[in-house]
Structure formats: structure tokens, C-alpha cells
């Protein structure tokens, strides 16, 4: 029989679970295979295999920066390019989900909250703060939230008995080699370890957070590589306002998922500000790193994007409320439990009716993509989204948004308000002896070569899910080319999968 001290725990781990085997069963009858909602996964696992390859990037020779985290891929290296290595990023997303809900569970029984709203909390809390829904996209962002609350379980400890735990240290450091937004909540913790007479703790846990990133961005420029990757600067440049903080904070409020950002950010600054808070000297300095983290989050970092780059934010500030909620008035903690419903309510819809029918979108798209790839081993290819691509690459991948190519990224972004120049994309192509590509029009623009010559397009029928396109057209980057390239087309399109639509456009046309 479980005890009290893990009752909590289990609820709350079991209710994550039951979360993520249904997101994964009606991913499955949709998509009719197994595959993950979000292309990104795959970038991580040819970078894994390209380490295991002695390159760092997604090219064998070439370094790039492709993957945002600095530990992720390193988890993913068992068995580089096999079906097991696939399936690592599920395996390690259910382990990092129940060890985060456990967490979470445990964090709620400490609280002091009554039976009833720790139950409520305990079953409500995995979706409301989206545990289950990020967990089964299968990057870095379950992982990096699970060290964001190992941190808080060390530093609750810490304020409570004054004894720095090896959770804290742990967590703190751990935390940004998982995802660079974690610094700001692991040095706002040794700001607090300072602010409360542990001057040498503070600045030595300090130390060991920046060390590793800053070692890392070393790492990285004798890769001949910036210091930052560029799958971040890629994705924060350019048309998306780079790092002024009040084009990001716009964006962030009234992006997709900007609502429930700001509803906890204001949550989260009442609790520090709230008389009742500031009373107890503990909550008040658990609240005071996770509000400035969350600050420095709407302002630099990013909300949206199948709901995953909040994720984290959402925990730490959904585990200062806890701890804020029995000081709190009755009329401030019915708001938090029914934001955490409310959240709980919005989260699960867009899951399940958007982001769940991105996996069958991603496998009539990027994966059919890959599979033409594979009908022509060896030759050269420009693309806007290498996921599959790079994973089972069959020749050079040229990537031509810039998450693994420095020099695509400045391209793209270099001209006069983050404009790039006309053509930018087929110089690219022709110094990379890429002789076809697959792109979104969209994305590309003008960066289209006039001597392009238009193949095919891929689409689907009933598009659905989270996807930038639903249409990728098809060039022979090189004129020459386009009969072979037109053979292969032909030959996938008696092979593609029931709903994918690969349609051949006319020679004259």
C-alpha cells in the first residue's frame, strides 16, 4: 500500500502516463504508422550519427550547429541510423514525463495545500502544464523541464533547512546543457543563494553553470562555428525580431499559445507582490528566481511552436503557485485552480484536434521526401527542412533555412530588413553542386533560381495538423537533371502511402 509521501507522486505520474498512451495511440490510428509530430526530432538523431561519425553536424566533414541542445544528442547516440536509435527520443521523453510528474506530485504533497486541492492538482497538473503533450513530440524540452524541477526540489530544500543538496547543484547545471533558456532560472537561484548570506555558494554555483556553456560555445568556434548554434540564431533572427525584447514580448503575447503564457506570468507576479507571500520569507525567495526567469523567458525566449518552448516556464511557475497557494485568499487560489483547469481544458484540445495529426503529416510529407531522397543515393539536395532528410541521408544535405548551415541562415536574413537578396537561395545551390530540391515556396521566395525547373509538388489530402505547409515543391536545380529526377518522382508515386499526393508538373508548364 503506498504511503502519503508517494500517494501524490504516483497519482500524478499515473495521470501523465495515461496522458501520453492516449496522445500516442490516436497518433497512430491517424498517421496508420508510428512517427513523431514534429520533424526537429530527427535533426538531433543526425547529429547524434554524425558525432558517432567523428563530424559534428548533420554532413560527414562538416561541422554545424543544428541542434539547440547540448546534451540531447548525446543521449541519442546508441546505434546511429537503426530503428533503435529512432525510437531513443520516445524512450527517454516517457522517462524524463514520469519522472517530472513524480516530481511534481511530491512538490505538491510538500506544499501544505488541503487533501481535496492536492488531488485536484495532482491529476489536473500534468495537463495543464502540458506534460504529456510536449513529451510526445520527443525533443529536449521534457528533459530540460525535468531539470528545471529537479532544481526546485533542491532549492525548496534549501530554504526550508538551509543545506545545498546535490538536486540544486545538479539541476542548475544541468538545466541549460538541456536548453539554453535555463540560465536564467540556475544564475537567479545562486543570485538568491547570495541574497541570503551564501556568498561563495552562490557565485560557485554560478561558475558551474556558465563553465559548461561557455565551454561548449568554445567547442563550437574551433568548429569554425559561431558560439551560439545556429538552429537557435535561425529560429530568434531575421523576420522574427532576433533578441529585441519588445518585438519578442509581442510576439510571445499574441502568438499561439500567448494567452496562457501571459495568464501564468500574471499569476506568478501577483504571488510575488501579494502581501501574504511576501510574509513568509521562504515562498517569497522560491517565487523571486522563477518570476525573474519567467521575465527574462517573455522577453528573450520564445512561447509557441507546438507548445514547446514555454514548457518549462510553465512548470516553474506552475510549481511556485503551489507553494504560493495556502497563504494565498480564497478568491486568489480559485483563480489559479481554475486557470489550471483552463489550462488543463486548452492544452488537451489543441493536442489532440491540432498537434496530434502533425505525426500523419509528417509522414506523408518530410518522410516521402526522404524516401525520393533514397531513389536517388548520392546525389546532392537542397532543403528547408532537413529532419528526415539528414537522418537517413542518402548525399549531401544543403539546408537551406540555416539550421545547420551558418551561411544559409545570413543569407536568407542578410539583406535590408532581414530581406535577403534575389536568388540567394540558388547561389547557394549551385556553389553546394545541389541538383535538386525540395522547399516550401513560401519560405524560400525569392531566393528560387530562374533556372529552376518546376517537377512536382507533394501534398495531401485532408491536410491536417501543425505543419508550416502542406505543399512541397519539387526543382531540378540543374536543368540536366530533370529527367532522372522526373523518373524518381514517377517511381515514388506508384509506392506513396494512402493520403500522401505526389502530382508531376508538365515539362511546359
Known sequence: ?????????????????????????????????????????????????????????INPGEPASAASSVLYPLLLLPFPGTGFQRMLPLAWNF???????????????????SRGVALFLALIAPFALNMPGVAALGMEHTLHALMVMVLLTGFWRFLRTGEMGAALVAGAVLSPLFRFEGLALSLAVA???????????????????????????LFLVS?????????????????????????????????????????????????????????DERISMFVLPVWAAATAHMLIGQVGWS???????????????????????????????????????????????????????????????????????????????????????????????????SEARQARTAGAGGRPEPEWAARLVENASARYAMIYDGWIEEGIGAQWRLVATLGMHNPRGSLTAYGVSIYATDPDFEPELREAVRKLARDLPKDAELTEVSANE
Not at 543570485?191 to 561557455?214: D, E, T
Not at 538552429?231 to 510571445?252: E, H, M, Q, T, W
Not at 533514397?374 to 539546408?399: C, Y
Open 1 to 57: 500500500m503506498k504511503t502519503p509521501a508517494t500517494r501524490l507522486p504516483a497519482i500524478c505520474a499515473l495521470s501523465a502516463a495515461g496522458g501520453f498512451l492516449l496522445l500516442q495511440v490516436l497518433s497512430y490510428l491517424r498517421a496508420g504508422v508510428f512517427e513523431y509530430p514534429l520533424d526537429d526530432v530527427y535533426i538531433h538523431l543526425a547529429m547524434a550519427k554524425g558525432i558517432m561519425g567523428g563530424t559534428y553536424g
Open 95 to 113: 522517462v524524463g514525463l514520469m519522472a517530472l510528474a513524480w516530481l511534481f506530485g511530491a512538490h505538491i504533497a510538500r506544499s501544505g495545500v
Open 191 to 217: 543570485g538568491v543563494l547570495v541574497l541570503k548570506g551564501r556568498m561563495r555558494a552562490g557565485i560557485g554555483l554560478g561558475m558551474a553553470v556558465i563553465l559548461p556553456v561557455a565551454l561548449f560555445a
Open 223 to 279: 568548429q569554425g562555428l559561431e558560439p551560439l548554434p545556429s538552429s537557435v540564431l535561425a529560429k530568434i533572427g531575421g523576420r522574427y525580431g532576433g533578441f529585441d525584447p519588445f518585438f519578442r514580448l509581442a510576439a510571445n503575447v499574441l502568438g499561439y499559445g500567448g494567452a496562457a503564457a501571459l495568464a501564468a506570468y500574471v499569476l506568478v507576479t501577483i504571488a510575488l507582490l501579494h502581501p501574504a507571500t511576501r510574509s
Open 307 to 405: 507548445a514547446r518552448y514555454e514548457h518549462y516556464y510553465l512548470v516553474m511557475i506552475g510549481a511556485a503557485l503551489v507553494l504560493a497557494l495556502p497563504p494565498l485568499g480564497t478568491l486568489l487560489r480559485g483563480a489559479v485552480l481554475c486557470a489550471a483547469l483552463a489550462a488543463a481544458g486548452y492544452y488537451t484540445f489543441v493536442n489532440v484536434t491540432v498537434y496530434n495529426w502533425t505525426a500523419r503529416a509528417i509522414h506523408l510529407q518530410q518522410r516521402q521526401m526522404a524516401r525520393l531522397a533514397e531513389l536517388l543515393p548520392g546525389v546532392p539536395v537542397a532543403v528547408n527542412d532537413i529532419g528526415w532528410m539528414s537522418w537517413d541521408r542518402r548525399g549531401h544535405i544543403l539546408d537551406l533555412w540555416g539550421l545547420a548551415s
